[in-house]
C-alpha cells in the first residue's frame, strides 16, 4: 500500500493505492458520518457497491445507481441525485462516496460541491482513466454544447485506489487511461515516457500498472499544488485536450473513449510542437506504440471546420483564440495561442494523415 | 459615498453605498473583461439596464432576462443562462453582472461559481433585502423540495450598491429587507435594535436608510470574516430562518415575501428564547413594529405537522435535529439543538395567536 498526501488550498487528502484496500474503506477516513450516500454505476454496483457498504458499520448507507457512460453526466442525473439525496435526508454532517471511473467521480464531485454548498466526498476510482480525474479536485457536468462546462474546484476528502478492481476493465478502458499516463509522461518526465514506450498493454503486469498509477498521479499531484486554480502550469495537464474535446463532441460522447481521443490529440499538439518550435519529438515512436496497442485513430467522418468551430469554444481559449499545449521538447510545455490559419493548415492534413495510419 | 472592504477566503472585495453610483461601474472595477454578461429581471431591465451598459465602453456586453419571482431562482433558468453564456462565447476572462434583488444574486452567482468552474460576478443590488444576500458569498438556486438547497460559497469581486434606485421599492420590499436588518441589530447591537424599533418605515429618509443599510453589512461583514462557511457565528444570521424557510415552502415561494416570512420566524424564535432561557425579550415591542409596519402576520392556512417536517429537514438540521438560532439577550445569540416535543409545544400555541395578532 503507498499513500501520496496531496495538499489542496481547502485542506490535505490522501491518495491511498494498494491492493484489496476497497476492504478497508471506513478505516482509511478520518472521521464517521451521519450518514453515506454511494454513487456508482450499473457496472460497478454488480462488481464491488456491496464490497464498499460492507466496510461500513453503524452507517446509515443509501445508495444512487448511474448507467453508464459519459452521456450521463448531464444536469438531469445531476438533479436526480440532489432529490434523492434530499428525500434521504442528507445533511451537512453527511458523505457522499463516488465508486467507479470519471463520469461518476465528476457528477459525485460536483454534487457533494453544491449539495447545502457543499459537503464531503471521497473517491473510490475503478479505472485507470480515473487515477487523473479523482485527483486534483476538478469536478464537472457536461453542458449539451461543451464538456465539463459545468463545475467545480473542490477536492475529495480522500481517493482509495483499489488495484485489484483495475483486473476487470476493457481493452479500451486499459488503454483510456494509458493515455493520459503517456500525457504525463511526456510533459514532466522523459525516462517514465521512454518506459512507457516499451510496453505492451496486453502484457501488463500488476505491479507494473501499480508503479505507473503511483508516477502518474505524482505528476499530477506536483503540479495541481502548484497551480490548483489552472492559473498557469496545471493547463500543461490539457496536453491533447483541446482536440480531444472537440473530437469527442463532434463524434458524440462514447463512440470513442476519453483517453482514445486524448491519444490522437497528443498527436496532433506533437505535430503543431514540431512546426512551432523547429524541434524533433518521437511522433514515430508514439505512433506506433498506439497502433501496437490498438488505440483507433480512423476519425474521417469529422469535418474540419465543425472540430476547429469546437477548438475555439474550449474551456482555455479567451476570446475565440485557440490555446493549445506544445512541447518545446519532452518536458518541456508550452502554453501557446494560435491563430486559426496556423491550426488549420495544419488539422486538415493531420486529419487526412489519420486516415492512413 | 462609502466603502466596507470585506475580507473573503480567495479575494477582498469592496462594498460601496452612494447615490447615484450606477452611473460608475466601470470605474469601480479593478480591471476590464473579455467580455460581460448582466443578468436581471424584466422589472429592474426596464428601469435600469441601460444605466448600466451605458457605464461601459468597448466592452462585448450581452443581457439575460429572467422573470421575476422566488420561482425563478430554478435549475431550468440556472442551465438556460449557462446555454446563452456559451452561445454567446463568455470565457475565464468574463463578468457576470447580477443586477437586481437576492433572486437575481443568487442565481447569477451560482452560475458565475460554476462556469467553466468559475469565473468573476459583482453584485449590483437593487432591493433592501439584496444587502443581505449579496455580502458574504453564499450563492445558490433553490430545489423543488427545499430553498437554496444547491449552491457554493463564491464572494463577488464586487458589490455596487446605488441608494437612489431603492426609491421604486414597493411597500413589501421595504418590509421584506428591514426584517432582515432587524435581525442584525437582534443578534448583535442592542442600540441598533432600539433605534430602528422607533423607525417607521413610511417616513423613511433616504439618509436613514443609507446609514441603516451600512450597519447592517457591517455587522454581517464582520460575521462572515469570522465564519466564512459557516462552522459556528455566521449561523446567527439565521435568526428566524428556521421557521421562515418552512413558511416560505409550504405557503409556496413568492406568496410572502423572504423578509416578511423571517419577521414572523423572528417572533417565534424570541418565544423559544423566552421559554429556553428564561429571559426576557422585547417581544411587545418588536410585534407592535410590525404591526406598524404593516407586516403580514396572518399565515393561518399552513398545518403544524408540516412545519416541524420542513424544519427539520432544514440544512442546519443534522440527523433530522432542528437547530436554531436563540437569544439569550439582545446580541447575545445562541445556536440550540431543539427537541421535536419542545418545538411542537410552542409552534401549535404560537401559529393559533399570529391569527389573533
Same mark, same amino acid.
Given at each position: ?150 463545475? @467545480?474546484?473542490?477536492?475529495?476528502? !480522500?481517493? #482509495?485506489? +483499489?488495484?485489484?478492481? /483495475?483486473?476487470? %476493465?476493457?481493452?479500451?478502458? =486499459?488503454?483510456?487511461?494509458? @493515455?493520459?499516463?503517456?500525457?504525463? !509522461?511526456? #510533459?514532466? +518526465?522523459?525516462?517514465? /515516457?521512454?518506459? %512507457?514506450?516499451?510496453?505492451? =498493454? ?156
Amino acid at each position: 500500500m503507498k499513500t501520496l498526501k496531496i495538499k489542496a488550498s481547502s485542506h490535505e487528502y490522501n491518495v491511498t493505492i494498494g491492493h484489496g484496500i476497497r476492504f478497508r474503506v471506513q478505516e482509511l477516513l478520518e472521521r464517521s458520518y451521519s450518514s453515506i450516500m454511494i454513487i456508482t454505476d450499473e457496472v460497478i454496483e454488480s462488481l464491488y457497491l456491496d464490497d464498499i457498504k460492507n466496510t461500513f458499520s453503524d452507517h446509515k448507507m443509501y445508495t444512487y445507481i448511474l448507467p453508464s457512460g459519459e452521456a450521463e453526466k448531464s444536469i438531469d442525473n445531476y438533479y436526480k441525485i440532489q432529490t434523492k439525496a434530499i428525500e434521504y435526508g442528507l445533511d451537512r454532517d453527511s458523505l457522499f462516496i463516488a465508486l467507479g471511473g470519471g463520469v461518476v467521480g465528476d457528477i459525485t464531485g460536483f454534487v457533494a460541491a453544491t449539495y447545502m454548498r457543499g459537503i464531503d466526498f471521497i473517491q473510490i476510482p475503478t479505472t485507470v482513466l480515473a487515477h487523473d480525474s479523482s485527483v486534483g479536485g476538478k469536478v464537472a457536468i457536461n453542458h449539451e454544447l461543451s464538456k465539463n462546462m459545468i463545475g @467545480a474546484f473542490y477536492p475529495p476528502k !480522500a481517493v #482509495i485506489y +483499489d488495484i485489484d478492481t /483495475l483486473k476487470t %476493465l476493457s481493452d479500451a478502458e =486499459l488503454r483510456s487511461g494509458y @493515455a493520459e499516463i503517456i500525457k504525463e !509522461a511526456f #510533459i514532466s +518526465d522523459h525516462h517514465f /515516457l521512454n518506459e %512507457l514506450l516499451e510496453i505492451n =498493454l496486453n502484457d501488463l503486469t500488476s505491479e507494473q500498472l501499480s508503479e505507473h498509477l503511483y508516477k502518474g498521479i505524482k505528476i499530477k499531484a506536483d503540479i495541481v499544488e502548484a497551480d490548483e486554480k489552472e492559473s498557469n502550469v496545471r493547463k500543461y495537464l490539457n496536453l491533447g485536450h483541446t482536440l480531444s474535446h472537440a473530437i469527442e463532441s463532434e463524434l458524440g460522447y462514447g463512440t470513442i473513449t476519453h483517453g482514445e481521443a486524448v491519444a490522437i490529440g497528443i498527436i496532433f499538439a506533437l505535430n503543431l510542437s514540431e512546426a512551432k518550435y523547429d524541434t524533433i519529438l518521437p511522433v514515430k515512436a508514439y505512433i506506433d506504440w498506439l497502433k501496437i496497442n490498438n488505440y483507433p485513430l480512423n476519425i474521417s467522418t469529422i469535418k474540419t471546420e465543425n472540430i476547429l468551430k469546437r477548438m475555439k469554444s474550449d474551456k482555455k481559449s479567451v476570446n475565440q483564440v485557440v490555446q493549445m499545449v506544445l512541447l518545446k521538447d519532452i518536458a518541456q510545455p508550452s502554453i501557446e495561442n494560435l491563430s486559426d490559419e496556423f491550426i488549420m493548415e495544419y488539422l486538415t492534413s493531420f486529419l487526412k494523415e489519420l486516415k492512413e495510419l
